[in-house]
T-cell receptor
Framework: QKEVEQNSGPLSVPEGAIASLNCTYSDRGSQSFFWYRQYSGKSPELIMSIYSNGDKEDGRFTAQLNKASQYVSLLIRDSQPSDSATYLC???????????FGKGTKLSVKP | DVKVTQSSRYLVKRTGEKVFLECVQD?????MFWYRQDPGLGLRLIYFSYDVKMKEKGDIPEGYSVSREKKERFSLILESASTNQTSMYLC????????????FGEGSWLTVV
């Protein structure tokens, strides 16, 4: 069974700080990695995708991928209370090539 | 805008009832998925379909079946609902299996009493 692991949190950071969310995956053959944000009572929405080793930046969000360590992370700079949500890491993998989701990390940004 | 519509948002059903959860997408996507989401367990794939009348089991298919008679519609069926099927059910559709193109519905909250 291919797995995606995340700390469940909650992760609490003050407004303006950097939030760091981490994810490890077991399928060494995975090539596509995603971060979704899910507000309470809502469906997940894609915020970042990354396919190559290194960093990918989009506004206040930076995704980092290290395939050798099977590790992907999401940094949120200048965190805002509106960033408070559950962040889901997802990896395309397994025998069927579907998305495999982690259990999510709940982030709370305190004003 | 891509739209994935789950017609039933909140349902309360009795143990043993047959339950239908309907999902319709308007983007002519080949792939459709049903997940359930439970606190502490994340999203788990129940079934998916990559074409009309085709279906594949996901990670937790027991107690569920699906139907895809038309490309835009993917139904999840609980033949005999049980209390451990109380959950939030998410339908999704995508152009391919990759996460970039997956779109989720708003979710259906099912309570089995």
């Amino acid at each position: 069974q291919k797995e995606v692991e995340q700390n469940s949190g909650p992760l609490s950071v003050p407004e303006g700080a950097i939030a760091s969310l981490n994810c490890t995956y077991s399928d060494r053959g995975s090539q596509s990695f995603f971060w979704y944000r899910q507000y309470s009572g809502k469906s997940p929405e894609l915020i970042m995708s990354i396919y190559s080793n290194g960093d990918k930046e989009d506004g206040r969000f930076t995704a980092q991928l290290n395939k050798a360590s099977q590790y992907v992370s999401l940094l949120i700079r200048d965190s805002q209370p509106s960033d408070s949500a559950t962040y889901l890491c997802a990896v395309v993998g397994g025998s069927q090539g579907n998305l495999i989701f982690g259990k999510g990390t709940k982030l709370s940004v305190k004003p | 805008d891509v739209k994935v519509t789950q017609s039933s948002r909140y349902l309360v059903k009795r143990t043993g009832e047959k339950v239908f959860l309907e999902c319709v997408q308007d983007m002519d996507h080949e792939n459709m998925f049903w997940y359930r989401q439970d606190p502490g367990l994340g999203l788990r794939l129940i079934y998916f379909s990559y074409d009309v009348k085709m279906k594949e089991k996901g990670d937790i298919p027991e107690g569920y079946s699906v139907s895809r008679e038309k490309k835009e519609r993917f139904s999840l069926i609980l033949e005999s609902a049980s209390t451990n099927q109380t959950s939030m059910y998410l339908c999704a559709s995508s152009i391919d299996r990759g996460g970039n193109t997956i779109y989720f519905g708003e979710g259906s909250w099912l309570t089995v009493v």
